[in-house]
């Protein structure tokens, strides 16, 4: 596909007893080609004054490929006017790259009252469509736009809430009147650019496991609209954990760069963050909190998060040096311990483990482990070896997952991740999200040649989570790069989000 394309416009006048308003809203299919991006809608109505619009994610459309939206609304006043026919463009930036939908630089345009407007050349469009199932919701409400040229004959939605073992069908109505569910009202001109509207209504208990797609049938054919092939369904509510070794206050501009953490925990709406390097001045080993680097990565939060610390040993000589987590969620069951056979505070090889229990309203209790062992010739092994046992015996039937986050300090396939693999019991939750045929080998099948699938994966850092967790992992993805939110450490950060099976 190209980078962007627009799928369609919608623009209605709400007429109510005592106000009007205009409602603009535009919806478009694009490329996901880097995360940190932005959509906006550059557009004027009949007083030619220019706005900007900024566009938000939607939902997945798969294949590479994410919905955003935008909409905005206006209201008629004795001082402003409508914004009546409008032109607009759009401009999608990632990175450093810009592109450009101005419809060949002509600029789109949409009629006042004019309804939705397929601009894709498309016969049929699911428009206005939830992303999210909100509370315990259990009808929802669905709109096909179909362009009138199709001359359709019946709008079918096909649905399963078993993954397709059993299906049911919902025969859509066509809908004369335009009826906006926002604003609980009538526009007068649904099919001024020919698309008609055709409406179904799906009533269930466990619309959270529910799929769609959508028919649409004429006297000649059959066309479908199955989100290019990846079916209609609700996202859950994500889990997103990030992993992050601090690299101990040896960080130029370091002020900074925890102030850029802490904005880019606020922007990605990040729920639990397991550091490790967390350091704070010695102080003749009495420590120095107000230095301490977690906490300040937390006063830097719009809202702080629950904080959990313990150090291990001495630091780069003047720092107590150990491991943190933050949690948007309450934390319980805090524990720290050493798992290294030294406890020698002098003894870089000294390595203690904190662990929490955190309570996830949509998931559960979720038990963390943020975690920094050495590397395989420093102790790994027996370090491995205390940490899984630990976390086994914190296991009950309340738990929904285990999670050991941190730097292990043992490269993708060589001997100190032959043990965890070796170990049955953990999986590494990068693989499992970005490469399926990868990790299907190593931890489903056992290829003989398995550690050559990870010759060029230097990763150190890593999630593992138990093979038993009512978890799966849903994307994966490295942030604190020079083209990620910038540099912040000698590390990267890894940042996957979860959602409940």
Known sequence: MNKIKLLYVENIIIRKAK???QKLTFFLALENIG????????WAGEDKIWQQLPAQYHSMLGNGQEYWSASVTTSLTEELSLPGNIEFNIRYRVADNEYFLNNDNNNYRSEADSG?????KQPLQNVAFENQLQGDKQTIDLTAAVDQSFAATKVTIHWTINDWKTSKETVCEYQRCY????????????????TQLWVGKIHHTELFNLKYVISCENNKQTVWDNNEGHNYSFQREQLKVLILNLHCYQEENQDKKFTTIANTINDLDIDIVCLQEVAEYWNDGQGDWQSNSARIINDRLSEPFHIYHDWSHLGFDKYREGVAMLSRYPLSN?????????????????RKVVTARAYVPYIGFINIFSAHLSWLEGGFQEQFHRLREWAANNKNDDVKATLLCGDFNITAGANGYQMVV????????YLAVNKQGVFDKIFKVNDAH????????YRIDYIFMDKDAQLRATSARTIFTDEDYGRVSDHCGYLMTFESL
């Open 450 to 457: 398995w550690q050559d699938l990870l010759a060029d994966d």
């Open 116 to 120: 939705i407007q397929l601009t894709d």
């Open 19 to 21: 106000h009007v308003q």
């Open 334 to 350: 805090h524990e720290s311990r050493y798992v290294s056979d030294s406890h020698d505070i002098y003894d870089i090889n000294s």
């Open 179 to 194: 009826w906006n569910k926002t604003f609980h009202s009538n526009a007068r001109n649904p099919n001024q650019y020919g």
């Open 35 to 42: 995360y940190d991006k932005q959509v906006d809608i550059f």
């Open 422 to 429: 070796d170990s049955g019991e953990y999986e590494d939750q």
